[in-house]
C-alpha cells in the first residue's frame, strides 16, 4: 500500500472534517496519515494529530519538513475562516478587511506556497454559496469568498498546480460559525459533504448541494427576496 498524508487546515471545521472524511474514503486503499492545524482548541476532537499553531502560515514549514525524508502522496485540506455579522462591527470598513484578510488572502497566499509542493495530489478549499450573491447581514463574508474565487482563477501558479484543485461551495452547515442562526431554505449536512467528495474525481468548483448553484443565480437578480429571507435567519 502506498502512503498519503492528508493535512486539514482549521482542524474544528465540521465542513473541513467532512472534507476529510471524505478523502479517506476516497483514498481507502492508501496507508493514511492525518495532521490537523489549529489555532485554538475545542471539543470537536481534529482528525488525526492536531498541532496548534498561532497562524495557519506555520503549516507550510511543518509539511516541508515533515516529507523531507519520505515522498508520500500529499492531500491538503484548507478550512479555516471567520464570519462576524455586519450587525456586530459598527465599520464596515474594518469588518470588510478582517474578512479579507483570513478568508482571503491569507488562504490565498497558502494556495500559492502549496501548489509548488511535489507529491501533492490534491487542494481542497472550502467557499461558499455565499461568494456567488450577497446577503446583507454577512456583507463582508461573502465579499471575502467571491474574492478569493476570483483571486484563484487569476493566480497563475496555482491554475498551473499539476494536481486536482477542488473548491467546494456548500450552502448554510450548522456550525459555530452559524451559531444563533435559524437554518435557511439552502441548507446541507456533513455526511452530504462527505459522501459529495468521496465520489468526486476532477476538480473545480463543487456546489453542495449541486442543485444551488440554479438557486444562487436567481439569488443574483433577486435582491428584495434575498433581503427577505435574510431578515428572516434570526
Not at 486539514?8 to 481507502?28: R, Y
Not at 482548541?41 to 502560515?57: A, F, H, Q, R, T
Not at 452559524?178 to 455526511?191: C, I, M, W, Y
Request: proline content about 4%; hydrophobic content about 35%; aromatic content about 10%.
Amino acid at each position: 500500500m502506498e502512503n498519503l498524508r492528508v493535512y486539514l487546515l482549521g482542524g474544528n471545521s465540521v465542513i473541513g472534517q467532512a472534507i476529510c472524511g471524505g478523502v479517506l474514503e476516497k483514498f481507502g486503499n492508501y496507508n493514511n496519515d492525518i495532521v490537523s492545524f489549529v489555532r485554538t482548541k475545542y471539543n470537536e476532537n481534529p482528525p488525526g494529530k492536531s498541532i496548534e499553531v498561532d497562524e495557519y502560515l506555520e503549516s507550510y514549514n511543518y509539511i516541508l519538513e515533515q516529507n523531507k525524508q519520505s515522498s508520500p502522496k500529499l492531500i491538503i485540506i484548507i478550512s479555516f475562516g471567520v464570519l462576524r455579522e455586519e450587525v456586530e462591527s459598527s465599520n464596515l470598513s474594518e469588518n470588510i478587511k478582517y474578512h479579507l484578510d483570513i478568508n482571503t488572502f491569507k488562504t490565498l497566499e497558502l494556495l500559492e506556497k502549496f501548489s509548488e509542493i511535489e507529491n501533492l495530489l490534491e487542494i481542497h478549499v472550502v467557499s461558499s454559496i455565499l461568494g456567488d450573491f450577497i446577503r446583507p447581514s454577512v456583507y463582508s463574508y461573502s465579499v471575502s469568498k467571491k474574492m478569493l474565487e476570483l483571486l484563484i482563477v487569476n493566480t497563475e501558479n496555482i491554475q498551473n498546480f499539476s494536481g486536482e484543485l477542488y473548491v467546494w461551495k456548500p450552502a448554510f452547515v450548522a456550525s459555530r460559525l452559524n451559531v444563533n442562526r435559524k437554518k435557511p431554505f439552502l441548507s446541507t449536512t456533513p455526511l452530504k459533504i462527505k459522501r459529495i467528495v468521496a465520489n468526486k474525481k476532477s476538480g473545480g468548483n463543487h456546489y453542495i448541494p449541486a442543485y444551488s448553484v440554479i438557486l444562487t443565480k436567481i439569488a443574483k437578480i433577486s435582491s428584495p427576496i434575498i433581503n427577505w429571507l435574510d431578515k428572516r435567519s434570526y
